[in-house]
Nanobody, 125 residues
Framework: QVQLVESGGGLVQAGGSLRLSCAASGRTSSAYAMGWFRQAPGEEREFVAAITWSGASTDYADSVKGRFTISRERNAKNTVYLQMNTLTPEDTAVYYC?????????????????WGQGTQVTVSS
């Protein structure tokens, strides 16, 4: 397993941008795909975006497609980013970074075995 630490959350006005980071440590020499999930109060955790081990393939939830971009470091691959643009109050949630062994990403939280502690994103109207 890898250990994950998110950063970059905060308070932003609607229409603004934030960039989340997720730093991995531990067994980072093995291949692992990464994902971002979020959970709003009273809601279930939902998929946001995912990226393969190579970084060549990404996947997005329909609700964020065209506004959010997931990427990872080209060389070390130990840091994953989520660039969030044109934020709306509906994006308010705790955002979690997750990792799963292997090359391919997944939309399903049950396929990830390492999770960060989460970072709060609040978008005001």
């Amino acid at each position: 397993q890898v250990q994950l630490v998110e950063s970059g959350g905060g308070l932003v006005q609607a229409g603004g941008s934030l960039r989340l980071s997720c730093a991995a440590s531990g067994r980072t020499s093995s291949a692992y795909a990464m994902g971002w999930f979020r959970q709003a109060p009273g809601e279930e955790r939902e998929f946001v975006a995912a990226i393969t081990w190579s970084g060549a393939s990404t996947d997005y939830a329909d609700s964020v497609k065209g506004r959010f971009t997931i990427s990872r470091e080209r060389n070390a691959k130990n840091t994953v980013y989520l660039q969030m643009n044109t934020l709306t109050p509906e994006d308010t949630a705790v955002y979690y970074c997750a990792a799963r062994p292997g090359y391919y990403s997944s939309r399903y939280s049950s396929n990830y075995n390492s999770w960060g502690q989460g970072t709060q994103v609040t978008v005001s109207s």
